[in-house]
């Protein structure tokens, strides 16, 4: 049985890794996010506009129980799902974590590029999406590096490049 999860900041690359690494190895694919928006028939942004980030955070680990349940599965959770509740511990003994590792210029690069609404970047002007990035990561990556591996994927802005890193994800965990 093999179960393979993602983590790492928004805009590091989880779901387009997450997707080509289950279709290499013949497992399923689940973001987390999209479970979440699936089970509650709502999307994440509304969530956090109704019952504000504490009433998601619940949701969210109510959810990563479920999920983390799947067996054969490729998991992707999103950038905050490690730093909260015991999560972090929880994600590790139930697989093989994987932390998506980008530097703050490039996520910032991603997250401008993304076209999709993230409640916590949503109305931020260049400057200050770049600082709280950078704000934001260094209080998660105590979090992150409880990780078993961890994969730089700064250099992954191209399909040969994401490529290279689904290589790199599966000689870490050591399958061909
Ligand atoms: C969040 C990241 C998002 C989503 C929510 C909160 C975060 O997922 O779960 O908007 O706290 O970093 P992605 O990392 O997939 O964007």
Redesign the pocket.
């Known amino acids: 049985m093999k179960r393979i999860i993602l983590i790492g900041?928004?805009?590091a690359g989880?779901?387009t890794v997450g997707k080509q690494l289950a279709d290499s190895l013949g497992l399923k694919f689940y973001?987390?996010?999209w479970y979440i928006e699936t089970r509650m028939h709502k999307k994440?942004s509304d969530i956090?506009a109704e019952r504000g980030e504490d009433g998601?955070r619940t949701i969210?680990r109510n959810m990563l129980h479920e999920v983390a349940e799947f067996e054969d599965v490729v998991i992707?959770c999103?950038?905050?799902?490690p730093c909260f509740f015991d999560n972090m511990d929880y994600l590790n003994q139930q697989g093989d974590v994987i932390y998506l590792k980008a530097r703050p210029d490039v996520l910032y690069k991603h997250l401008l590029m993304g076209k999709?609404e993230?409640?916590?970047i949503i109305g931020k002007t260049k400057e200050q999406l770049l600082e709280f990035i950078n704000e934001q990561l260094a209080k998660r990556e105590p979090y992150y590096t409880k990780a078993k591996y961890s994969l730089d994927v700064s250099l992954m802005d191209n399909y040969e490049k994401i490529k290279i890193s689904v290589q790199k994800a599966k000689e870490l965990l050591g399958i061909e």
């Not at 999103?78 to 799902?81: D, L, P, Y």
């Open positions: 900041y928004m805009g989880k779901t973001d987390l996010d994440v956090f998601f969210e992707s999103g950038g905050g799902t999709t993230r409640p916590l």
